[in-house]
């Protein structure tokens, strides 16, 4: 089992930025691909970012793509996500998700250890 705990989350205006981090202890960090989604207040969890053991491919959904990037430091077994250029819809609770295979995945079911969360408010 890995624990995984987000942090960083904050308001924040449009166009500035954040950088949300999330620290995994317990099983070894390592061969494990990561990912970040968000989920807004009346929606479903949906897809961010994802990043493979050792950190040499990502993946953005649309929606981030240019404006958020994902990175892991697997000597400190975080994960991080800078995001840039914050819009109002970007308003979400995000979570960091583990999967034990290297290489990264975009669907939720793909993910078996999740983060508590961290509130990421965006106003216009």
């Known amino acids: 089992q890995v624990q995984l705990v987000e942090s960083g989350g904050g308001l924040v205006q449009a166009g500035g930025s954040l950088r949300l981090s999330c620290a995994a202890s317990?099983?070894?960090?390592?061969?494990?691909?990561m990912a970040w989604f968000r989920q807004a207040p009346g929606k479903e969890r949906e897809f961010v970012a994802a990043?493979?053991?050792?950190?040499?491919?990502?993946y953005y959904a649309d929606s981030v793509k240019g404006r958020f990037t994902i990175s892991r430091d697997n000597a400190k077994n975080t994960m991080y996500l800078q995001m840039n250029s914050l819009k109002p819809e970007d308003t979400a609770v995000y979570y960091c998700?583990?999967?034990?295979?290297?290489?990264?995945?975009?669907?939720?079911?793909?993910?078996?250890?999740w983060g508590q969360g961290t509130q990421v408010i965006v106003s216009s």
């Open positions: 998700a583990v999967r034990p295979d290297r290489a990264w995945a975009t669907w939720r079911n793909a993910y078996d250890n």
């Open positions: 317990g099983r070894t960090f390592s061969m494990y691909a």
């Open positions: 990043i493979n053991w050792p950190g040499s491919s990502t």
